[in-house]
Every structure is written in C-alpha cells, then in structure tokens.
C-alpha cells in the first residue's frame, strides 16, 4: 500500500487545474459577451440617430444644401455642441431655424449616446473604401446625401478599430433618400 502515497493528493491537483482553466474559460466568455452587448447596444444607438436625422433631414428638405450638408460634429474635439440662436420654443421658427436646432440636437444625442462619438452629414458616393466605412466623402452634387455616425470603438484584443486611412471608421452610414434642390 506505500506505493500509492501521494496519488489523491495528485488527483486533487490535477481536478483543481482543470477547473481553474474552465473558470478562466468561462471568465473570457462572459468579458467577450459584455463586450459584443455593449457594442450592439452603441450599434443600435447609432442606428437610431442616424434614422432620426433622415427624418428630420427629409421633412426640411429645402435646409439640406444650407444647413445639413457640412456638419461634422466630433465630440471628442469639441465636447458641448455649438447652441442654435433659439430653440423654437417661445415663437415661431423659420425652416433654417428648425435646421440648426435638428444639428444641435444631433450633436447631443452623438454626445449622450456614444463614447467620444462623431456624426457627419455629406455627399459621397463611396462610402467604403477596403470593405470598411470611411468619414472621407466625395461630395459630388449628384452624390446621395449620408448620414454617418462613429464612435471610438475598440477590437476584441483591446486595439482601437480604425478605417483604412488609420482613423476611426464611422459605425454607421445611412443614405438619405430624397430630391434635394
């Protein structure tokens, strides 16, 4: 019976080191899993702002070229959105009026909403450049009117994403459809 000392205690540390690595498993499981809801959840953020601007865009169409068009909002560079002269709220507003309260209200909705976020309004009809989303535009008259919307995201190996120009990528781009003058 000597020869056996020492086997349950072998045994033990063998079980503790199979479940020490199916804890670490699991560990890197969940941290994965928290990571791709947050990003999900900025996605879906993103989504919805950028929709809620075509509306807006689409419902003042005559301000596209005057107002819309040009905005480059950087939360990051710039923290508090740039304030329109009135918010519509104790009289009436011109549509230019409306216009420059729609950016304003962009630009906060981009600050709440994403992690050093960034919303462009543009032409540009390629939007990809190396299968990835790119701020750039071409600004042709002809172009479709987009919507693009960014934040500072990260990889899952904790590097930042980038486009491939070596800046942030946009997360979302929506077309706006539309007669524009």
């Known amino acids: 019976m000597r020869h056996a000392a020492g086997f349950t205690l072998l045994e033990v540390l063998i079980a503790l080191l199979v479940l020490a ?7 890197a499981m969940q941290l994965h899993a928290m990571r791709t809801r ?12 950028a929709a809620g601007m075509a509306d807006r865009m689409r419902a003042n169409a005559a301000q596209v070229p005057a107002v819309y068009l040009g905005v480059d909002y950087d939360a990051h560079a ?10 519509c709220r104790l009289g009436p507003c011109d549509p230019a009026g409306i216009a420059r309260l729609d950016v304003h209200e962009l630009g906060r909705q981009v600050r709440a909403a994403l992690p050093a976020g960034r919303a462009r309004i543009c032409r540009d009809a390629q939007m990809y450049a190396g299968g990835r989303l790119r701020w750039t535009c071409t600004g042709g008259a002809s172009d479709p009117v987009v919507v693009k919307i960014g934040w500072r995201g990260r990889r899952p190996d904790g590097t930042p994403e980038r486009d491939g120009q070596g ?11 539309g007669a524009w003058p």
């Not at 690595?21 to 560990?27: E, F, Q, S, V």
């Open 78 to 87: 710039n923290p508090v959105p740039v304030a329109p002269e009135s918010t």
């Open 21 to 27: 690595l199916g804890l670490i498993g699991g560990t």
């Open 167 to 177: 800046g942030r990528a946009p997360g979302v781009a929506v077309a706006v459809a």
């Open 38 to 49: 947050h990003e999900s959840a900025l996605l879906s953020a993103a989504v919805q702002i």
